[in-house]
């Protein structure tokens, strides 16, 4: 049953995060990747909050939004990838940028989705 709820929680996170990458990257015309950053943080900080509701949260509702949803919508990969190709466009100013801000911010979306969420559940 584990391995459904993860499947079903993929399959809604990865169109959904093709489409706001799209979305996301359409709208600026820079090489950084606003669409990947987008992503990853909305990641970080639903994750967070699922995290932050612990024992309140079913294990089978977190392996469908945590694993499968925020697993699919979430991606290191482009992200790694991304990083690459703007220090190959010798853009290392956004590359710099592009691993600062997304660690950072990452870190603190799901700190601030954990906190927010144990606050309403405690």
């Known amino acids: 049953m584990t391995v459904l709820l993860v499947f079903l929680g993929g399959a809604v996170g990865a169109p959904l995060r093709y489409l706001t990458d799209r ?5 600026h015309q820079s090489l950084f990747p606003w669409g990947t950053l987008t992503v990853n943080l909305a990641g970080c900080l639903v994750l967070g ?9 079913p294990a089978p509702l977190f392996a469908l939004l945590g694993t499968g949803f925020c697993g ?5 990969s482009t992200f790694g990838y991304e990083t690459v190709r ?3 466009r010798r853009a290392y100013l956004a590359a710099v940028a592009n691993v600062v801000v997304s660690l950072a911010a990452g870190f603190g ?4 989705g954990y906190e927010v969420v144990q606050a309403l559940v405690s």
């Open 109 to 112: 979306g799901a700190v601030f």
């Open 86 to 88: 703007l220090a190959e």
């Open 49 to 57: 909050g699922l995290t932050g509701a612990g024992a309140a949260l």
């Open 23 to 27: 979305a996301v990257q359409s709208r």
């Open 72 to 76: 699919a919508l979430t991606t290191y």
